[in-house]
């Protein structure tokens, strides 16, 4: 069975400095693997993705993850965080070969960014 | 990319009735997938949703308590039956796209 684990329930930032959200993984195979940002009483909106190719992905509003397939981990980052980046973020893992298959989401966390 | 959209965008209702939430898509998908947000929480899959057949449901949720229909390929519903307070969620729909899924706004359900 898939699994994804985020294990900080909240990471605080001062603006302008860089940030990580942690996510690990555990999915038999190849995994998909995708960073979901929610803004408060907003729908859930896609960062990026990561399917094959480059460790290193780059998303939506200056984001990237890397992905590191020893230590099954898709850590989120970004060089300089802004005020506005303050919101809840989950990690999902998709399950088998193909992209059409259910999402499972990590439980988030809450980045704040303090001026 | 879909456009997806939500109906209604939220309620309240009273204990022991049923809601049917409503999702709509700007193309046709193949497979379409139902999660619940409970107040704090993260995502969770309730079913998966293929046109012509019966709903396939996560462990933990059943057809009698949210049954689902997926009459064709853009549209959706489920049913929240005989609700209780603890059935207060978001609950949103979304559908496989290329590499990734797209997500509704969701509907904000709140049970008294």
């Known amino acids: 069975a898939q699994s994804v684990a985020q294990p900080e329930d909240q990471v605080n930032v001062a603006e302008g400095n860089p940030l990580t959200v942690k996510c690990t993984y555990s999915?038999?195979?190849?995994?998909?693997l995708f960073w979901y940002v929610q803004y408060p009483n907003r729908g859930l909106q896609f960062l990026l993705k990561y399917i094959t190719g480059d460790n290193l992905v780059k998303g939506s509003y200056g984001f990237e993850a890397e992905f590191n397939k020893s230590q099954t981990s898709f850590h989120l980052k970004k060089p300089s965080a802004l005020v506005s980046d303050s919101a809840l973020y989950f990690c999902?893992?998709?399950?088998?070969?193909?992209?059409?298959?259910?999402?499972?989401f990590g439980s988030g966390t809450r980045l704040s960014i303090r001026p | 990319s879909a456009v997806i959209s939500q109906k209604p965008s939220r309620d309240i209702c009273q204990r022991g009735t049923s809601l049917t939430i409503q999702c709509q898509v700007d193309s046709q998908v193949t497979m379409m997938f139902w999660y619940r947000q409970q107040p704090g929480q993260s995502l969770t899959l309730i079913a998966t949703?293929?046109?012509?057949?019966?709903?396939?449901?996560e462990s933990g949720f059943v057809i009698d308590k949210f049954p689902i229909s997926r009459p064709n390929l853009t549209f959706s519903t489920l049913t929240v039956s005989n609700m209780s307070p603890e059935d207060s969620s978001i609950y949103l729909c979304?559908?496989?796209?290329?590499?990734?899924?797209?997500f509704g706004p969701g509907t904000r359900l709140t049970v008294l």
């Open positions: 979304s559908v496989d796209g290329r590499n990734e899924q797209f």
């Open positions: 999915v038999s195979g190849n995994p998909y």
């Open positions: 999902a893992v998709s399950s088998g070969y193909s992209s059409a298959s259910k999402i499972i």
């Open positions: 949703a293929n046109q012509g057949s019966e709903a396939t449901y």
